[in-house]
Structures are given as C-alpha cells and as structure tokens.
C-alpha cells in the first residue's frame, strides 16, 4: 500500500492542467473545512467547491472495483470502511453549503476539468 501514490497522480496533475488551460484557479490538497479531517483534491474556497479525483479499487468504483481473494474480511472491512468515510465526508461538506464533485480515475481529465467549469462558473 505504501507505494500507491496519494496525491499528485498523473489523472490529478492531467486535470489540474485542464483546470488551469480552462482559466480556473484553485487550491490543491487542502482542507474545505478546516476542522473536518478531510483533504480534498482540488479546492475552489471562495464559490465552496470541494472536487475528489478517486481511485477505482480504494474508493469502490461500481465499474472498476474489486477485491483481493487473500485476508478477504481485512480488505472488506479496510475498503467498506473508505466508502462510508467517503459519504460521510460528502454528507458534512454538504451539510455545511460546500459542493461536492467525485471523479473516477478512470475518467477523461478533460471531462472533469469541463464539468468543474460548469459548477465553478455557476456558483460565482
């Protein structure tokens, strides 16, 4: 697990190149509220958009997902236990007024980057 880059990844540095060829400026891995123990990918403080490129396997892709044969019940428990945090994460952003957006790492940088954008540009 060590080796599985957690941030800065060739799907997150492609879209933040998007982002930025699109005009938009953000934040990178930085909290949407500070309190709350949650990093969000990019960041966009001042229209309260919190985006969050996932991995496929980690975060329980309905596409992508799977699930190692070897200590079956460690990896349920550890990857079961990604996606509640990850709904409960969405749950406390939402509930405080921040938009959430959740990409796959399987979508297209520029898809992402377009549908941001949209988001961004509507809430200002």
């Not at 969000?40 to 799977?66: L, N, S, Y």
């Not at 044969?69 to 952003?93: T, V, Y």
Request: proline content about 4%; glycine content about 4%; some cysteine.
């Amino acid at each position: 697990m060590q080796s599985n880059r957690g941030k800065d990844t060739a799907l997150e540095l492609a879209v933040r190149r998007e982002m930025f060829r699109l005009g938009l400026r953000y934040f990178i891995h930085r909290r949407p509220i500070k309190t709350l123990r949650c990093q969000a990918d990019i960041v966009f403080p001042r229209v309260w958009v919190a985006v969050f490129i996932d991995g496929c396997f980690w975060h329980g892709c309905p596409i992508h997902a799977t699930r190692p044969a070897l200590h079956r019940e460690w990896w349920a428990e550890k990857l079961d236990g990604n996606m509640e945090r990850d709904r409960e994460h969405n749950r406390l952003l939402l509930a405080a007024g921040w938009r959430v957006m959740r990409f796959w790492e399987h979508d297209k940088p520029i898809e992402i980057a377009d549908r941001v954008l949209l988001v961004v540009r509507s809430a200002s």
